[in-house]
């Protein structure tokens, strides 16, 4: 991985990180906004400046180098310096391009930094993009309605003629038939309603009457108790321990993937997360386990007698 990556991994959770001897890359939280030119929203973001004044080391980008790849804090800033000088050379003829974090470029002796924009560093914004919006065209749509309205016939319908005496008879007598039917169908339904709420009634009493119901057993049967004889696993190879959580979790993803039963078992007091490649109820059973990791996996890989 080259430097560049390392200093994108820390973006995301600081606000500077300092390169010795080259500069500082420093985070700005901005709000979300519109922009009328291209008709868009963009989401909250993290805006990225260089400052080639910062240049005083701070151990965070070389511990964080030295803690990801496993290595000495001396070989981690060999590393840094080793790059830095190579981004010098390439200044001289070229523009050096930070992948993920944006472009630099040497004008009148002065180190000039165009950022990237498609990588948004503010976590609170992740999964959100930039939403093209839409011209709305309401008044256009309106326009176009009023003109068709200008162009459409007017139709008149013709006079009704009025309906004879003797239709106007039969509708009355319809109408009375209909109310008897319905008067009819009235007080059925209303006996049927009665009936059924006489019966939801006496469904109740009954159900009260079986709560309040006692029933007293004279010999209940003797309380069975069961002693389950927890084992401890107190024994632990450990896979390594990491300052930064993220790369403990993925520690814990790549061991259980090849098949072990790998877990954090927690912050030790300089603020590390251990890591295990498994935990064992006895020594015998670890010292086993370790020595088959120690010669087929990992040479580094030490045991933690602890109690969790």
């Not at 560049?4 to 080259?22: K, T």
């Not at 029933?215 to 069961?226: A, D, E, M, S, W």
């Not at 190879?237 to 979790?249: K, M």
């Not at 259980?256 to 078992?265: C, E, F, H, W």
């Amino acid at each position: 991985m080259n430097l560049a990556n390392y200093i994108s991994d820390l973006l995301y959770r600081y606000e500077c990180v300092i390169v010795p001897d080259f500069g500082g890359f420093v985070t700005n939280n901005k709000s979300a906004k519109i922009d009328f030119a291209r008709n868009s929203i963009q989401a909250p973001y993290k805006q990225i400046t260089f400052n080639a004044h910062l240049i005083n080391n701070d151990g965070l980008l070389a511990n964080y180098i030295a803690s990801v790849d496993k290595i000495s804090y001396a070989c981690a800033l060999n590393y840094i310096k080793f790059e830095i000088e190579a981004w010098q050379k390439k200044l001289t003829n070229e523009d050096l391009d930070l992948e993920h974090i944006g472009t630099i470029s040497i004008v009148e002796k002065q180190l000039i930094f165009e950022p990237q924009l498609k990588n948004n560093y503010l976590t609170s914004s992740f999964g959100l993009s930039t939403i093209a919006g839409h011209e709305i065209k309401r008044e256009i749509y309106k326009k176009q309605v009023e003109k068709l309205e200008e162009k459409a016939p007017i139709i008149f319908s013709p006079e009704r003629k009025k309906a004879p005496n003797y239709l106007k008879y039969a509708a009355i007598f319809i109408i009375g038939l209909s109310a008897i039917g319905f008067g009819r169908k009235f007080y059925k339904d209303n006996k049927n309603q009665q009936i059924i709420i006489a019966a939801q009634q006496q469904q109740k009493d009954i159900e009260r009457k079986i709560e309040s119901a006692t029933f007293v057993i004279t010999k209940p049967l003797p309380t069975l108790q069961l002693e389950i004889d927890k084992q401890k696993k107190n024994f632990h190879v450990i896979a390594g321990a990491f300052r930064f959580p993220e790369n403990a979790d993925r520690k814990v993803n790549q061991l259980l993937r090849v098949g072990y039963d790998a877990r954090i078992l927690g912050i030790n007091k300089w603020d590390l997360s251990v890591v295990s490649y498994g935990s064992f109820s006895t020594r015998e059973e670890a010292y086993e386990n370790l020595a088959k990791i120690k010669n087929n996996v990992e040479k580094d890989a030490w045991m933690l007698i602890q109690e969790f």
